[in-house]
């Protein structure tokens, strides 16, 4: 079974401020993990993803995340704030192997303050 | 590609109604989802098929709550009699068993369903 687990549900930053959103994960195989967003009134957006290549992964809008194994995290984190940014992140895991469903967390609320 | 499609958008009724959504997946994937988001429960995943077939449908909160993907390009999800407490977002998403792309799942616009 897996499972994520996002650190607060709300985290507010100012415009130009680090972003950082927390996410572990729980899962009895190697996992695929994502980063997805979703801005108001619409459908989620892939932003990122790892599938046991590169523990460093970009996305996009400047957004990366890391993969620890050993920490079984895999948080989000931009440099710089931009007010565009404002939306929910939602992380998301699957076993790896070609298992199609996702298992999403509660999804964080950035807040973005000018 | 157009990405996934839904309709409606939006879609008031009134309780006791039956309610049909509608979502064309992404030509080509093998997978489709359907999830159900709300204030309260968050992103549930209600359904999915793999090649027009239910895989699991554990999610599917009772008996008035039906999917079907007649074809590979399209699925409903219907629900029949409709309650208040149905009132949410729904969400269909389909991916792919390979690619590079395998396992991301893309999701279409959703359905605002609200049922007074």
């Known amino acids: 079974a897996q499972s994520v687990t996002q650190l607060g549900s709300h985290v507010s930053v100012s415009e130009g401020a680090l972003v950082l959103l927390r996410c572990n994960y729980s899962?009895?195989?190697?996992?695929?993990l994502f980063w997805y967003v979703q801005y108001p009134n619409q459908g989620l957006q892939l932003l990122l993803k790892?599938?046991?290549?590169?523990?460093l992964v970009k996305g996009i809008n400047g957004f990366e995340a890391e993969f620890k194994k050993s920490e079984t995290s895999f948080h989000l984190t931009k440099p710089s704030a931009h007010m565009s940014d404002a939306a929910e992140y939602f992380c998301a895991v699957n076993p790896s192997g070609g298992y199609q469903k996702v298992t999403f967390g509660t999804g964080t609320k950035l807040q973005v303050i000018p | 590609d157009a990405g996934v499609i839904q309709s409606p958008r939006h879609e008031v009724t009134e309780m006791g109604q039956e309610v049909t959504l509608r979502c064309k997946p992404i030509s080509g994937h093998d997978y489709l989802f359907w999830y159900r988001q709300t204030m309260m429960r968050g992103l549930e995943l209600l359904i999915y098929f793999n090649n027009n077939v239910p895989i699991d449908d554990s999610g599917m909160p009772e008996d008035r709550f039906s999917a079907k993907m007649p074809n590979a390009s399209f699925s409903t999800l219907k629900i029949q009699p409709s309650e208040p407490r149905d009132s949410a977002v729904y969400f269909c998403?389909?991916?792919?068993?390979?690619?590079?792309?395998?396992?991301?799942?893309?999701f279409g616009p959703g359905t605002r369903l609200t049922v007074l």
């Open positions: 790892y599938t046991s290549a590169a523990t």
């Open positions: 998403a389909s991916s792919l068993t390979s690619g590079d792309n395998r396992n991301e799942q893309f």
């Open positions: 899962s009895s195989v190697p996992p695929y």
